[in-house]
């Protein structure tokens, strides 16, 4: 197996204290505990995306009591697919908005601040 850049290590130690749901932890705790400082958390996501690249389960669960976590169950899996696919199908529906408005909305050149 490849060797792990360093973050993305140190992200690999910090989750195998976290498996299961109840054990998750923010993006944001985890960047504290990375010493990465975001307000958005883009650097730790990004990290997360690598781990998960290298062949690791890391999902999340945004709601409330949520956070990033190692799936132990195949509900905690279902849960993480779930956030997955939801963000998915409202990025899919925004190309479809964007699509369709450049077809059918007003001229571009009709927008403020755009000359024609």
């Known amino acids: ?3 792990l850049p360093t973050h993305p290590s140190k992200l ?3 989750f195998e204290t976290r498996r299961g749901l109840l054990l998750s932890i923010s993006a944001h705790d985890v960047g504290v505990l990375m010493g990465i400082n975001e307000p958005d958390n883009r650097t730790v996501r990004r ?3 690598e781990l998960i ?3 690791f389960c890391i999902g999340s669960v945004p709601k409330e009591g949520g956070g990033c976590f190692i799936p132990t169950t195949e509900r905690e899996l279902e849960l993480a697919k779930g956030d997955c ?3 998915a199908e409202k990025l899919v529906t925004k190309a ?3 699509d369709e ?3 059918n909305g007003p001229p571009q050149t009709d927008l403020p601040g755009t000359t024609p």
């Open 1 to 3: 197996m490849t060797t």
């Open 12 to 14: 690999k130690r910090i």
């Open 47 to 49: 990290y997360i995306d």
């Open 53 to 55: 690249d290298f062949g």
């Open 85 to 87: 696919l939801g963000r």
């Open 96 to 98: 479809r908005k964007l």
């Open 101 to 103: 408005n450049f077809r």
